[in-house]
């Protein structure tokens, strides 16, 4: 089974800063999608970024990137510029190519807190 | 567009009761999925769909019910429910391009 590690519960950052939070996973599958999503305190799960293995482009969206380490089973996200909005938890999360669900494995989340 | 939605909001139920959760999405979508998230944690798979009259368990499925009779409905029943079952219940659609989106949540209180 796949699982998901989130080594950091929590981070914190002074705005307009740059943070990484990171995420490994493990998995015997070579052909997957890897997503972060930010749950704010509204509980909302809102997708930020996602990444296809079979690219080797990392994925970017505005602030938001990815550094994708394959071989490494890494995912780590890049926040540049951090504004007091982007203060949520970040879930890591994974979609294998096996089984019909294609369902997400999480993990356990990083608590984000942005300084002013 | 209304994405995924989700009712209701917020509900307290006493044990042994029963309830449905109810979740709908108006993007034509045949994949869909009940998380539920217990507090500090990661969501967990209860149920899935691949499409009306399809449906399977997923990870964590005791206590729980589906049914998917049309391509925009997917409902969960609970029948009796325990204090284990509180938590925060989560409905999901996938694109075909693999993205999940999700709904605002139901926040359920077992006592």
């Known amino acids: 089974a796949q699982t998901v590690t989130q080594s950091q519960p929590e981070m914190s950052v002074q705005e307009a800063e740059t943070v990484t939070l990171s995420c490994t996973y493990d998995?015997?599958?070579?052909?997957?999608?890897l997503f972060w999503y930010k749950q704010p305190p509204s509980r909302q799960m809102i997708l930020v970024i996602r990444q296809e293995a079979y690219k080797q482009q990392n994925a970017t969206e505005n602030r938001f990137s990815v550094n994708f380490q394959k071989a490494a089973k890494s995912f780590s996200l890049k926040i540049s510029d951090s504004q007091l909005g982007d203060a949520a938890m970040y879930f890591c999360?994974?979609?294998?190519?096996?089984?019909?669900?294609?369902?997400?494995?999480f993990g356990s989340g990083t608590q984000l807190t942005v300084l002013p | 567009n209304a994405g995924v939605t989700q009712t209701p909001k917020f509900r307290i139920l006493k044990i042994g009761q029963s309830m449905t959760l109810q979740c709908t999405q108006d993007?034509?979508?045949?994949?869909m999925y009940w998380y539920r998230q217990d507090p500090g944690m990661g969501l967990k798979l209860i149920y899935y769909?691949?499409?009306?009259?399809?449906?399977d368990k997923g990870e964590v499925p005791n206590g729980y019910n589906v049914s998917r009779s049309t391509t925009e409905d997917f409902p969960l029943r609970l029948e009796l429910a325990a204090p284990s079952q509180t938590s925060v219940y989560f409905c999901?659609?996938?694109?075909?391009?693999?993205?999940?989106?999700f709904g605002p949540g139901t926040r359920l209180l077992v006592l």
């Open positions: 999360a994974y979609r294998g190519s096996s089984g019909s669900a294609r369902q997400l494995t």
């Open positions: 993007m034509n979508h045949n994949y």
């Open positions: 769909s691949v499409g009306a009259g399809i449906t």
């Open positions: 998995t015997s599958e070579s052909d997957y999608y």
């Open positions: 999901a659609s996938r694109t075909a391009e693999e993205t999940q989106y």
